[in-house]
């Protein structure tokens, strides 16, 4: 975390061409579960990059396996053109990591803590600063064990950004944060990306990579099954629009799929809990015959609307559910 203040503390090759994170042929296996298969994976510098997946997609293993927490069984693994084989003690002292959950000496302070984390580090900010950053002042000196969970959470982005991280991976970051909180920890990854930090971020909320992420990765299954930008990832749904429905439970079961998804103009028809989403290329030529359609087979709205497509339509369209179903 820098600014004007602090931002010769870090000297950044923009020149450089070598990628901050870059994964060729990751592979991870626990028994016979393969969690990450043959994963190849790159990320620019000053990138912030998001890595999205359901439920055992296994993009908590390849953080962790990027963090150094946990050894790859095959690939390449390199951080700024280092690795942890070599290069441990190096990479230590230039990333920060926030876990999804991170577990803090309960009787120690606020201030106690990061002056702890700020010991680690050859360089970084002020543990002021840092306490600052996070909105932490008024528990400077409250026990940790005394935070609510949105608290801690703070604690521990400041506690990854003491070291002045070129490379920093936030894993779910907000959980657990109210909206105002949220959003000043986005501002916090804007001034970051400015000052030409790489962000690796995992996040449960839509709302958060597409406004924070140059690039998104979809994993499933251990691998990444779609990688772009969130207009690049949205535009290969090949619809720009979303119409979503639900009829009379009593008459769920007589809905045409087939009439639907035969209407000009629609791309795709899934079912979710009863709620019909179908993925349209123009709303005023598909929802008059989507209209039609219904009421030809004699049946009662009890929900209709209509959004542009987003990049919650493309993690569904790819992978079968929502991505906070987890």
Known sequence: MTDSRNAATLTLDPGGNAPSLLLRGLRKAFGDVAAVDGLDLEVARGECFGLLGPNGAGKTTTIE??????????????????????????????????????????????????????????????VDESIQRAQLEEKRSARVGTLSGGQKQRLAMACALVGDPELLFLDEPTTGLDPQARRHLWDL???????????ILTTHYMEEAERLCDRVAIMDHGRVIAQGTTQQLIASLGAEHVVEFAVAEREADKVNAALLAAIPGVQSHRVDAGLHQLSVGELHTAVPSIFAALDGQGLELSEFRT?????????????GRTLRDE
Do not use: N
Request: negative net charge; charged residues 30%; aromatic residues 6%.
């Open 65 to 126: 396996i990027c963090e150094g927490l946990t050894e790859a069984d095959a690939g390449t693994v390199e951080l700024m053109e280092l690795d942890w084989r070599t290069g441990a003690a190096e990479l230590r002292q230039r990333i920060g990591v926030q876990l999804q959950e991170t577990q803090f000496p309960d009787k120690l302070t606020v201030e106690e803590t990061l002056r702890l984390f700020r010991s680690f580090y050859r360089k970084g900010i002020s």
């Open 189 to 199: 990854v804007d001034q970051l990306k400015q000052s030409g930090r790489t962000i």
């Open 307 to 319: 959004h542009s497509a987003t990049l919650e339509d493309v993690f569904v369209s790819l992978t």
